[in-house]
């Protein structure tokens, strides 16, 4: 990018989105920055997986709501199956449970496309140095969440509620796998797998899996967000 930090050799780039005017917009706008190089383009979850297998670049840029595959079903097995392809989230979803699905599917950002260039300039930079970029409104929800927990002294008291079964099943929820999933991992009845969680909620007062994503980024239990 001109006159940035973000380094001398060009961020390999796909564009994930079933829009093809605002491809072509985004495309000309990040071709514009000298250190972005687009090297593909997909109109879909499942195009996008299989051109990373294939293209393996830098960045994926993705959109939430696409046909075939979703965005954050693609950037799931994106991140678990391409070791440092980053997946950076640019979708019109400001809501909490799309912003946790997002971290939860192992994302190194999230983007509105409301926001301004900028801002998506500086998302880039932030992932190709390794950080994780959130857009503003939403770091601050995270933030404000977490602290009013400290204070409260919920955070570390009620985590050490759960048994260790049930810190294993909050991990896996956190990690965005299904009951069913879980259920294979922990070789574990799917019924079993429910009750689990319906316990881990009533311990920490939770009431939706978007709030269990959420518990589970606060606590540092996801890959990405381990101390």
Same mark, same amino acid.
Do not use: C
């Given at each position: 990018?001109?006159? *940035?930090?973000?380094?001398?050799?060009?961020?390999?780039? #796909?564009?994930? @989105?079933? %829009?093809?005017?605002?491809?072509?917009?985004?495309?000309?706008?990040?071709?514009?920055?000298?250190?972005?190089?687009?090297?593909?383009?997909? &109109?879909?979850?499942?195009?996008?997986? @299989?051109?990373?297998?294939?293209?393996?670049?830098?960045?994926?840029?993705? @959109?939430?709501?696409?046909?075939?595959?979703?965005?954050?079903?693609?950037?799931?097995?994106?991140?678990?199956?391409?070791?440092?392809?980053?997946?950076?989230?640019?979708? #019109?979803? *400001?809501? @909490?449970?799309?912003?946790? $699905?997002?971290?939860?599917?192992?994302? &190194?950002? /999230?983007?509105?496309?409301?926001?301004?260039?900028?801002?998506?300039?500086?998302?880039?930079?932030?992932?190709?140095?390794?950080?994780?970029?959130? %857009?503003?409104?939403?770091?601050?929800?995270?933030? $404000?969440?977490?602290? %009013?927990?400290? *204070?409260?002294?919920?955070?570390?008291?009620? /985590?050490?509620?759960?048994?260790?079964?049930?810190?294993?099943?909050?991990?896996?929820?956190?990690?965005? /796998?299904? &009951?069913?999933?879980?259920?294979?991992?922990?070789?574990?009845? *799917?019924?079993?797998?429910?009750?689990?969680?319906?316990?881990?909620?009533?311990?920490?007062?939770?009431? &939706?899996?978007?709030?269990?994503?959420? /518990?589970?980024?606060?606590?540092?239990?996801?890959?990405?967000?381990?101390?």
């Amino acid at each position: 990018m001109a006159g *940035s930090s973000i380094s001398a050799t060009p961020l390999r780039l #796909i564009l994930a @989105d079933d %829009h093809v005017l605002f491809r072509e917009g985004l495309r000309s706008l990040l071709e514009a920055w000298e250190q972005v190089e687009v090297v593909g383009e997909a &109109s879909n979850g499942e195009e996008a997986v @299989d051109m990373a297998h294939r293209l393996r670049p830098d960045v994926v840029l993705m @959109d939430v709501g696409m046909p075939r595959m979703n965005g954050l079903e693609a950037a799931r097995r994106i991140t678990r199956e391409i070791p440092g392809v980053k997946v950076l989230m640019l979708t #019109i979803h *400001s809501t @909490d449970e799309h912003f946790f $699905e997002a971290l939860a599917a192992g994302a &190194s950002g /999230y983007v509105l496309k409301e926001a301004a260039s900028a801002e998506l300039k500086a998302a880039l930079e932030a992932i190709r140095r390794g950080g994780l970029f959130l %857009h503003p409104s939403m770091a601050l929800r995270l933030v $404000e969440d977490y602290l %009013h927990r400290v *204070s409260s002294g919920e955070e570390e008291a009620t /985590y050490e509620t759960l048994t260790q079964r049930e810190k294993e099943v909050l991990r896996l929820v956190g990690e965005g /796998y299904s &009951s069913q999933e879980i259920a294979e991992r922990l070789v574990l009845s *799917s019924n079993t797998v429910q009750t689990h969680r319906m316990h881990i909620m009533e311990k920490l007062n939770l009431h &939706s899996r978007a709030e269990l994503m959420r /518990y589970a980024v606060r606590m540092g239990l996801l890959p990405g967000n381990r101390a």
